[in-house]
């Protein structure tokens, strides 16, 4: 209880906080109404001149709003409410605005956008469909126009030249998934001009507990054609059984690698009908070669690996246990796939994802809006660090909340439904009626059929169509069947004669895992102090009765000799329905909170990755990051053939040697007799200042095409293992708990391998980096990859 008192204190002390601004904001409405058009609009180059000034946002808060609020009243006939003008200033802060439905949260929008628009660093205005998306930038949009702020509206179907200016604009509405997916293809351009985001800087998401809770593990997937990608693993695999080991190719068991020799390069290009292997172009076949030649020179079944049924399992090389739900990176375990001719796994090619979540977590400035939210305000603060604010209705709540009735069985509660629309719908009062599901929505529908009863359906299936239906769902005697989320976002205005007959009736059909969108429904009746009501129909076969607590309510039933179509009505009823809901919403953050850990995981590799590639696109002359490149090679190469634990006399300096002519050296360019003389130093000094001066010849015979091979070569380098790793990693996670022998921490198994995998992609992109920019031949320009987006499960 203490703790309630505080959330709720903290609260109360929240509202006078911005009860004090808004009379501030009001003390100035005079002024501005007094002022024309263009003083008005001319306020807005005013306010920009003040920040360049070095005033903050805050300061010019008050004004702002009081200059928003004016624009809407002429623009769009409409002033911000005092609750609105509060919403505004939570939103600005950077936290979650509770507003109950019918509150206007789309005005709401109007004050922040143009405050933070104000900064010309862009703000994104989330919503849940495009319809609502493409309606707010017309509508709202105009405000903005008004005073001067350029508007975007980001769609599915435009160009990138199009979505460009939308993300130039000072701000753009958009969905969560456009915006999402915007990202992801701008990590995989090949140039900085065909990025269309700016950086992310200060976002407002409509319907938030939607969007960042219930969408937020909902992974956004960027997929590629992959048919090829499996075809040509046994395409490999066939060329490499002709080739003879040492004659065609050679195996480095001490760097783990496999290479063909001129001989093997020579029957590579006769076999597969290309003119130069090491083209740019050929960069994949090349990837597919060199697998297929490690699956058959470096890794042994049933030493390396097992064939289990359909499946390739790794041995752990130190405990001899399967790695279950491992799979080798990079493509090298469809290679063995094909080797040991089982089914290729992961066909369909990932080529980007991210998670809604991580995606909002990384604007600078994360604000939201919905009629509910303080139920999981602990999730907003842990997962975004928001709080939510509960801001006061502008009128008085008049809606009657009816307690539960249940029903021992699934029909007799859908018969009562039934009954209860046909009554309310003859005496004239409209009802909304909300089912959990699409089926249940049309059984009803049928029973309301039989019974004679006209009714809407709407399935959340036609955005357009279905703010429509729900507008009309206030007109006398109208009955409208939504499943729950239906047209969230659309105003319900009441008929002529409908507050007389008691407003808007909601009922819902079943009680929802989350109360929130239990409140949700209810929330459609009463919007603006209008009358309404709401009450819940249950029974006893419903999934949240059938599966925490109905045997005692059941056996209270039987001993009351309750009838199937008698229902029951009683406190303690609602009270243990309210302790199943807390308890499926606290296993659903539970769940939520350890899926994010994994994906934290992927995260922090994701950020490491696109980082690297906007340097790569943000940088003229990319030999730098090469040498560096380089440099890492040769410790690497050193630790391996030339390891500080072992004596001199004990290095492999043949070993050493070849590998270095396979990737920077030419061959003869250096003895092998003259390295065995040097310390170990001193061979990491010699090495690179043969790197340097391969480096230089290298520019002399190219000269600026250089420049863009090594950026062809990075981008596609790194792009083409980090999706493999994406592939690797994601199989790794949905194996791994069953490796937590020993007590381990499957969580823990995940971190700690993840990274070495992580380390060994980065090794594997500098090794190939380095010998395509030394090695490779050019002849044309490379063709863009095909994708597609899709929302996964």
């Not at 800087?201 to 054609?225: K, M, N, Q, W, Y």
């Not at 729950?484 to 079943?510: K, P, S, Y």
């Not at 300096?653 to 007799?673: C, D, M, N, S, W």
Request: glycine share 8%.
């Amino acid at each position: 209880m203490g703790l309630l008192k505080q959330v709720f204190n903290s609260n109360e002390r929240d509202i006078a906080r911005l009860r004090r601004k808004i009379e501030k904001i009001n003390g100035l409405e005079a002024q501005f109404e007094h002022m024309s058009d263009e003083e008005l609009q001319a306020m807005t180059p005013a306010f920009r001149q003040r920040l360049e000034n070095g005033e903050k946002l805050d300061d010019l808060l008050p004004e702002a709003f009081a200059v928003v609020r004016e624009a809407a009243k002429r623009v769009l006939g409409q002033r911000h409410y005092d609750v609105q003008l509060m919403g505004g200033i939570v939103l600005h802060e950077g936290r979650v605005a509770e507003m109950k439905t019918g509150e206007g949260k789309t005005l709401v929008a109007s004050l922040p956008s143009y405050l933070n628009g104000l900064t010309g660093k862009g703000v994104h205005v989330v919503t849940v469909n495009d319809y609502l998306a493409k309606r707010d930038a017309e509508i709202t949009g105009q405000v903005h126009r008004f005073l001067g702020l350029t508007v975007g509206y980001n769609g599915h179907d435009m160009t990138p030249q199009q979505k460009r200016e939308a993300y130039a604009a000072d701000v753009t509405y958009g969905t969560n998934n456009e915006f999402g997916f915007d990202y992801l293809r701008d990590n995989m351009v090949m140039s900085l001009e065909d990025m269309v985001q700016r950086p992310l800087h200060f976002a407002i998401v409509d319907e938030v507990d939607s969007i960042l809770i219930d969408e937020a593990r909902t992974p956004l997937i960027i997929s590629g054609p992959a048919e090829k990608s499996a075809d040509l693993y046994f395409r490999a695999d066939l060329f490499v059984r002709r080739l003879r080991r040492d004659e065609d190719y050679e195996i480095d068991e001490k760097m783990r690698t496999a290479n063909l020799t001129d001989s093997g390069v020579h029957k590579a290009e006769q076999y597969f009908k290309v003119e130069n292997l090491f083209d740019p172009d050929n960069v994949t076949l090349m990837h597919h070669i060199t697998q297929a030649l490690k699956a058959h020179g470096l890794m042994h079944r049933d030493k390396d690996y097992v064939v289990m049924g359909d499946e390739i399992c790794i041995v752990d090389e130190f405990t001899g246990r399967l790695m279950e739900g491992r799979r080798y990176s990079e493509g090298l375990h469809q290679a063995i796939e094909a080797k040991e001719g089982v089914r290729v796994q992961n066909e369909s090619k990932t080529l980007a994802t991210i998670t809604l979540q991580n995606y909002f977590r990384m604007y600078n400035k994360l604000s939201g809006m919905t009629g509910t939210a303080k139920t999981e305000e602990k999730e907003f603060i842990e997962i975004y660090g928001m709080d939510v604010v509960t801001i006061p209705t502008n009128r008085p709540l008049r809606r009657q909340d009816l307690g539960d009735v249940i029903y021992k069985t699934e029909a007799a509660k859908f018969n009562a439904v039934v009954n209860e629309i046909a009554a309310r719908h003859e005496k004239g009062q409209p009802v909304l009626v909300g089912t959990t599901s699409v089926d249940k929505s049309e059984r009803l529908s049928q029973m309301l059929h039989a019974k004679g009863v006209p009714h809407q359906v709407l399935n959340a299936k036609h955005h357009a169509r279905e703010a429509e239906i729900v507008s009309l769902a206030g007109q006398p005697g109208m009955v409208t069947i939504a499943t729950n989320m239906a047209g969230r976002g659309t105003d319900i205005l009441l008929g002529e004669g409908v507050a007389e007959v008691g407003g808007l009736h909601i009922i819902g059909t079943e009680r929802h895992e989350s109360r929130r969108i239990d409140n949700q429904l209810r929330g459609r009746a009463g919007r603006q102090g209008d009358p309404g009501s709401s009450q819940f129909f249950l029974s006893l076969e419903d999934d949240l009765l059938r599966l925490f607590g109905s045997e005692n309510i059941k056996r209270m039933m039987d001993r009351l000799g309750l009838e199937e179509d008698q229902p029951i009505e009683h406190r303690m009823l609602t009270s243990a329905m309210e302790r199943a809901q807390k308890k499926v919403e606290g296993n659903n953050y539970d769940t939520r909170k350890h899926v994010l850990r994994y994906d934290d995981v992927m995260n922090k590799q994701r950020e490491v990755i696109y980082k690297q590639r906007r340097q790569i696109l943000e940088t003229e002359n990319l030999r730098g990051i090469i040498e560096g490149m380089g440099k890492d090679l040769i410790s690497h190469m050193l630790d391996v053939y030339c390891s500080e634990e072992q004596i001199p006399e004990d290095w492999d300096i043949k070993g050493l040697l070849q590998y270095a002519e396979r990737h920077f050296l030419t061959p003869g360019q250096v003895q092998e007799e003259d390295l065995r003389k040097l310390e170990r130093d001193e061979l990491q000094e010699k090495l690179q200042a043969l790197f340097v001066e391969n480096y230089d010849a290298r520019e002399e015979e190219l000269g600026d095409f250089l420049r863009q091979l090594e950026r062809l070569v990075l981008l596609r380098t790194v792009d083409s293992k980090w999706m493999d790793h994406i592939d690797a990693m994601d199989q790794f996670r949905q194996g791994v708990h069953l490796r937590s022998y020993g007590q381990a921490d499957p969580l823990v198994i995940y971190q700690r391998e993840g990274f070495e995998m992580f380390e060994a992609m980065i090794h594997s992109i500098e090794e190939e980096v380095v010998l395509y920019v030394f090695k490779a031949t050019v002849q044309q320009a490379p063709q863009p990859i095909e994708m597609h987006d899709s929302v996964g499960g």
